[in-house]
């Protein structure tokens, strides 16, 4: 995506106080250089500076992402708990347990990524503006599953021990401990040198292409194979916003990543694609593990060796948008994954404004598209 400043707007020069005649300074404080040059997006700082916008792009996603509001409340899962009481097989319910045991922590990790890297690193106000709504988009995703498993699991011991699966169930487990690998990984200096922004580099491409792009991709086909058998319809529904949150999600990051690309090119040499790439295939084999175990009891319909073909289709076509050569060569298997970018497209246009206006009071203008 071509991120360029194309709104140039002009901004006095400030003084500074007390200071004989008018010497200029930097317009932006930490992170600019003596010269007045606006900061890199990785230079380190807090810039504040709006106008002129570096990345009116960044804006414009904030912006969507607002038009993309939706609640919990709208969401009825009456339909799922009459599926999972009578019409799930043996294997779909230990299937479904997995998943959401899964989704108890996933959103709070990434949320918690968010605030510790990327709101730090990303140094552009409009973008700390797109990652204050991801934020909160991270929340109503915990919200959505942590309602999702008080619908889902009326025992209370068993409940908390789908909320623990993290300590408890080691195919889950070594999902986290992959993120919160990378999540250290970044260290707790400002990004100063090459070494420092391609760590960081690494996390976000990690969180963005591994985590939202592929575990949460692989969560969500599990939850369209239900829905292409008719079931869990609540769930779906949920689903579609989330998939389509995380897919803006993934999209910002990787906008963030080709403006790095432009502004510091020599970030990305040859060792830094392949260390990339041993990172998505790190991701697939950990997101492997996670599918033998989900489907280790035998759901008809989907097999252990279709979903591996899945995953690593994700995985190459994460490596192309990154600019990468693809490394497995694997078509898509799920026919339901394929229709699902257009289905969903058409959901989010069929919405009216009243869905839109939950929980909005006041005078709201919507864009004429709306
Ligand atoms: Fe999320
Ligand atoms: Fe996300």
């Known amino acids: 995506m071509a991120i360029t400043d194309d709104t140039p707007v002009p901004v006095p020069v400030p003084v500074e106080a007390g200071a004989a005649g008018a010497t200029p300074r930097p317009e932006t404080a930490p992170g600019a250089d ?13 810039d504040l500076t709006l106008r002129p ?13 607002i038009k993309n509001t939706w ?28 998943l959401v045991a899964f989704f108890a922590t996933g959103d709070s990790i990434v949320a918690n990524n968010l605030v510790l890297n990327l709101y730090r690193h990303i140094n552009a106000p409009e973008a700390r503006m797109y990652l204050s709504r991801q934020l909160y988009e991270e929340a109503l995703h915990v919200q959505f599953y942590l309602t999702l ?11 908390e021990a789908a909320f623990a699966a993290v300590e408890n169930i080691p195919s889950i487990r070594a999902k986290a401990e ?19 922004r391609r760590r960081f580099l690494m996390n976000l491409i990690c969180f963005a292409t591994c985590i939202e792009g592929l575990f949460f991709f692989a969560a969500f086909a599990y939850v369209y194979f239900l829905r292409s058998k008719g079931l869990l319809n609540g769930l779906a529904a949920g689903t579609n916003w989330v998939f ?17 690309r432009r502004e510091e090119p020599e970030l990305f040499d040859a060792e830094m694609g392949e260390r990339i790439t041993a990172m998505i295939c790190e991701a697939v084999d950990a997101e492997y593990q996670f599918a033998c175990d989900l489907l280790g009891q035998g759901v008809p319909g989907m097999s252990v060796a279709d979903t591996r073909s899945y995953l690593e289709y994700v995985a190459d076509q994460r490596l192309a948008q990154l600019g990468l050569p693809k490394h497995f060569g694997s078509s898509n298997p799920f026919a339901f994954m394929e229709l699902q970018d257009v289905q969903e497209l058409s959901n989010f246009f069929e919405r009216t404004v009243s869905a839109y206006q939950v ?10 598209d709306f």
Do not use: Q
């Not at 389509?244 to 790095?260: C, G, K, Q, T």
């Not at 929980?359 to 004429?368: Q, R, S």
């Open 34 to 46: 003596p010269l007045g040059r606006r900061p890199n997006i990785l230079d380190p700082g807090f």
């Open 53 to 65: 916008m570096r990345y009116p792009a960044f804006y414009e996603m904030y912006r969507d992402a």
């Open 71 to 98: 609640t919990v409340d709208e969401i009825d899962f009456s339909d799922d708990l009459v599926d999972l009481d009578r019409k799930l097989l043996p294997a779909e319910r230990h299937l479904v347990n997995r």
């Open 149 to 159: 498993l008080d619908n889902y699991i009326p025992d209370l011991a068993e409940r």
């Open 178 to 196: 992959f993120c919160f690998k990378w999540m250290a990984a970044v260290g707790d200096e400002p990004l100063r040198d090459a070494t420092d």
């Open 244 to 260: 389509r949150d995380e897919s803006m999600h993934m999209n910002f990051a990787l906008a963030v990543i080709d403006v790095v």
């Open 359 to 368: 929980g909005v009071d006041g005078d709201v203008t919507f864009d004429e």
